[in-house]
């Protein structure tokens, strides 16, 4: 087999053509056949990687360097998203927002708990799948939003706004449950862990706008090396992302969070090459999340049940918790505010891994909360659509009316 | 060749925004820094590879997923320039590039093992350097030219031609040079090497074009995935790529290729796409290079005189080689396509590397080697800006030509 070269060890010398050829041309391939059958090219672009990957085919491992290709393309997807979106919108958002978060956290957190407690599991393996249905993986719901221009209604704003909160609130269970499998918990720790990643996001949404709008066309008009409008939002997204992942929160957050700052300022060219980027990076995060399903791990019925009933409990407990969040915005926004937040994608998985290494997680819990991770984002997409439906009419409204707001602002 | 054998393995985990922000941010500064002293950006991004790297603040080694990220970055580079040149203007100047690639492969490594030998070194060793200095790096010449809007011009295409020959002897000779070290030529080996290797570029170059003419609307008429035409051209760039690598040339040809068959087809929203990747991950190519230089290797002046000297062999030699070889073009072109193909970059530390892993190459060679790379990549821009001086205005006259050809053919 020619993909004998590739990838077989983590330590085997990387095929680069070979593997940017599998991942990128199997998703693209995969998304196609999706869309054909009417389905999401999102849901074609993750199978492909569950099929390359080494549950099916077996080309394919999850290599360093697709993992760091996969991080750079969720940097990129969120920084997009971020451009298209303004901080004041977000802020007007926040108090629902915060309640989608917190109900979406709370839920699926003690079903999680509960269904292992249940089932006989040990007390910390039952709180670390738990706490792995806790965090929201954006990214998907917001490709989807993207793809389809739904990002300035009201339900993807409240989406976005309660899925930095989410991740900030996932950060402190997961310290909360690494402490408690360590023996013991730091509650100073703990709570200035809280307050660096809230005031770090606080901080950015508040003032990033404003800075960026005085310090872009002043360096610009200094610069005069070619594209340098375009070096500057780079140079900010990778800075915010790392002080992001410094302060506890995520990269993709920061990175978020930098695409805002610039929403106002820079100018369409830059949105079209930080698009050119990230469609070529996204497939690497869609086809590397489906690579990490091991389908050979469900050799027994009770693990295939377990694995059942933990994802049936994810999809309802985001669906009910984030839409009770959202009950005041009417049936259809709720429902679509908790849809959005069901997949859990590559965050459940980083959360289990921890346990795992820590011991704390036995490896047929670790093969269910993946196969939960990958099921809800491939879930997510279609009922998205459904969710969704007639929603173009709404934002064409949503476009005339922001306009009209900025005609008599 | 392998640009993946450069990798020196530290086990150190990536911190992914951090490097991202010190390698683009610190090649951006420098190029900005060097525009102002009016000289070429692209020297001021290969220094920033020296300052970071471990010989000056050790901020940065060659990490596996940076050594990816340059391959990738030249990938891009070249398929651009290629998506700029036609297969036919290419074989229009086939005559006079082989010439110029021949002289050029035969004199700097003629030169180079003649001073290793009167410097008293062993003969495979001087050997190994002779081969070493026979590669040109395209890419730093495309980078410059591409930077100007200077590809259309006559001496351009004779580089860019002389230079996928010049990847196909230097090929010929490392597997020449690596045979004699492991203690016998097969010549049948050899003869097939070269067989396949021109075999697939003329198959290419050849009907190419032609080919994509009539894929490209076919497929792209029947595929209903958004950018359809960039994840077309995308798959070709990494199939051609690998086939490229796997006929014994470098991927880096394979793009270059792929580039020049889609030349005529694709629209501008391809051009714009690759470009944002091209911008993000060309500073990569170029730090990366710099990063490989340790200067601290120089510490007697043996080293310090011998890295003098193989530095202006291998200036000279390429300069007066390709000149000579394409003197009939006239004094201005002839310095044009000599200065050309003076930059080594990557190539020629690929070949020390594989002396240095066989045992042949001894440690401060590498390092002269090494040197001799990276300051023929320096020294390049300059002295292309000098030979190329006036040449905007023959661009403007070529250009108006080629329409004029357009309108009458």
């Not at 039952?126 to 990002?151: E, W, Y």
């Not at 930080?274 to 690579?291: K, R, S, W």
């Not at 093969?367 to 879930?379: E, P």
């Amino acid at each position: 087999m020619p993909f004998a070269l590739l990838l077989e060890a983590p330590e085997a010398p990387l095929d680069l053509p070979l593997a940017m050829l599998l991942v990128f041309g199997s998703a693209k391939l995969l998304g196609e056949l999706f869309e054909r059958l009417r389905q999401p090219a999102i849901v074609g672009e993750i199978l492909a990687g569950v099929l390359i990957g080494p549950g099916v085919l077996g080309w394919m491992q999850p290599h360093e360097f697709l993992v760091a290709l996969a991080e750079l393309g969720v940097m990129f997807l969120l920084f997009r998203v971020g451009l298209e979106v303004k901080s004041s919108e977000l802020l007007k958002v926040g108090g629902s927002a915060t309640l989608v978060a917190v109900l979406g956290v709370a839920i699926p957190f003690f079903l999680g708990w509960g269904i292992l407690q249940l089932w006989g599991e040990p007390q910390l393996e039952s709180i670390f799948t738990g706490a792995a249905m806790v965090a929201t993986s954006v990214g998907i719901t917001a490709q989807v939003l993207a793809s389809k221009g739904l990002l300035s209604l009201e339900a993807s704003k409240v989406i976005l706004a309660a899925a930095v909160i989410d991740d900030i609130l996932g950060l402190l269970i997961l310290a909360l449950v690494s402490s408690l499998a360590r023996g013991g918990v730091n509650v100073v720790e703990l709570a200035s862990t809280a307050v660096v990643a809230i005031g770090f996001t606080a901080v950015v949404v508040k003032w990033g706008t404003r800075t960026m709008k005085r310090v872009v066309p002043r360096v610009q008009k200094r610069m005069i090396s070619g594209e340098s409008q375009f070096a500057l939002a780079m140079i900010l997204l990778f800075a915010l992302s790392y002080m992001a992942a410094h302060s506890g929160v995520a990269a993709i957050i920061g990175a978020f969070l930098a695409g805002m700052a610039l929403a106002d300022t820079v100018s369409h060219r830059v949105h079209d090459l930080a698009h050119g980027v990230t469609e070529l990076l996204v497939p690497f995060f869609l086809v590397g999340i489906g690579l990490h399903l091991d389908v050979s791990a469900f050799s027994n019925w009770s693990t295939v049940a377990m694995a059942a009933v933990i994802f049936l409990a994810a999809v309802v407990s985001k669906f009910v918790g984030c839409g009770l969040g959202a009950y005041r915005m009417g049936w259809r926004n709720a429902s679509r505010v908790g849809v959005g937040m069901i997949p859990r994608g590559e965050v459940g998985m980083v959360v289990a891994q921890i346990g795992l290494s820590m011991g704390v997680v036995l490896p047929h819990v670790y093969a269910v909360v993946v196969f939960m991770s990958v099921a809800t984002t491939i879930a997510a997409p279609p009922l998205l659509r459904i969710a969704y439906r007639g929603a173009a009419e709404e934002e064409a409204d949503a476009t005339a009316a922001a306009e009209e707001d900025f005609r008599l602002g």
